[in-house]
């Protein structure tokens, strides 16, 4: 059973991708690619700057993850540096390749284990990675819905809209009912936002308060101290903010929804494609875009989100697989030199 779920999650993604990309293909067949070329062109150089200040951030904001639960544990003897380059390289390589596939778990156990920890704070330390990545999620969808909550209902009726075009999707759809068939209100999901951030808050009052775990069946919540919890709320949502800053600053000023709108389909699109488990959200991440931003030109979306995969996703992904050979080389020359002093001691 465990070896068909092995095969299960891979299989999801792949079915994700081919999908996503037919469904991509039949908005977009009439795009050209000399109109995408002239939409990354037009792009101003002073913007393609505050995206790659925006993936700075973001990837500092991963690597302050990496710092956060390393100060929950009590580790302190591991540099900034060391934790900056094995931060930067799990997520470059698990955005990209996928988490069910390559696990950040697996590079993080690899870097770590060399540094003294054992494999229980390694496990802590990438559960609390997650969590911090969530609690990110959780804050700025509440925020998004308190300060813009008709944002959700126009993101599910543009999909819907897109994905009913054709009779089998439009039978699928039929399935599911829409926001509106709750008559689901702004009012509703502004306080559906406030309620995310009360859970938020119950959390960092656990923390303040040093309240006893939080049990579920299996699910164990313990609360971290608060100097851990304070960083986790602002790091969580600023590696988020980053992200969505480099589609923001690559679309078109004229036609530009503003920055709570690119948020809110960033979150929904981001988290789409880490749910389908297609590496990278290939083809899921691309078709929401162009889904929810369909008033401004298509071919402007598509080059925005090409900037976004560029900077955030494939040149991060070169370089994490130089730093992996790097590394490789390092412990299998440290292997071999000590291999080699070490025979002729034993000669003797």
């Known amino acids: 059973m465990k070896n068909i779920r092995n095969f299960i999650w891979p299989l999801i993604g792949i079915a994700a991708v081919i999908l996503s990309c037919w469904l991509l293909y039949r908005e977009l067949h009439t795009l050209s690619l000399h109109s995408v070329v002239d939409s990354l062109k037009a792009i101003p150089h002073h913007n393609y700057l505050m995206a790659i200040i925006s993936t700075l951030a973001a990837y500092a904001a991963l690597a302050w993850y990496d710092r956060i639960a390393l100060l929950h544990l ?6 900034l540096w060391y934790v900056s380059v094995t931060s930067f390289t799990t997520y470059a390589l698990s955005h990209n390749i996928g988490a069910s596939v390559f696990s950040g778990a697996i590079v993080r ?13 390694i496990a802590i330390l990438v559960g609390l990675c997650s969590f911090t990545f969530a609690l990110g999620v959780i804050i700025l969808a509440g925020v998004v819905l308190i300060i813009y909550p008709h944002v959700l209902i126009e993101i599910v009726g543009k999909l819907s809209e897109k994905m009913g ?27 559906v936002g406030v309620f995310l951030l009360l859970l938020v808050a119950l959390y960092a009052l656990g923390s303040l308060t040093g309240m006893r775990p939080l049990q579920i069946r299996s699910f164990r919540l313990e609360y971290p101290r608060p100097a851990v919890m304070l960083r986790q709320l602002i790091a969580g949502p600023l590696e988020l903010l980053g992200a969505a800053g480099i589609i923001y600053f690559a679309l078109p000023g004229e036609s530009n929804p503003g920055f709570i709108v690119v948020l809110a389909v960033f979150l929904a699109s981001f988290s789409a494609g880490l749910l389908s488990h297609a590496p990278g959200g290939l083809g899921v991440f691309e078709l929401i875009f162009t889904a929810c931003l369909s008033n401004i030109p298509q071919q402007d979306v598509i080059a925005a989100v090409l900037v976004f995969r560029l900077l955030y996703l494939l040149l991060p992904f070169a370089l994490s697989i130089i730093v992996v050979v790097l590394h490789e080389k390092a412990s299998l020359t440290s292997i ?13």
Do not use: C
């Not at 999707?169 to 926001?179: D, G, Q």
């Not at 071999?336 to 003797?348: I, T």
């Open 74 to 79: 009590g580790v302190k003897n591991i540099s």
């Open 336 to 348: 071999w030199k000590r291999r080699f002093h070490l025979k002729p001691n034993n000669q003797q």
């Open 109 to 121: 156990y690899r870097a770590y284990s060399v540094k003294g920890l054992s494999a229980t704070q």
């Open 165 to 191: 075009g054709g009779s089998f999707f439009t039978k699928l759809y039929s399935w599911f009912p829409s926001l509106e068939s709750f008559q689901v209100t702004d009012r509703t999901l502004f306080f």
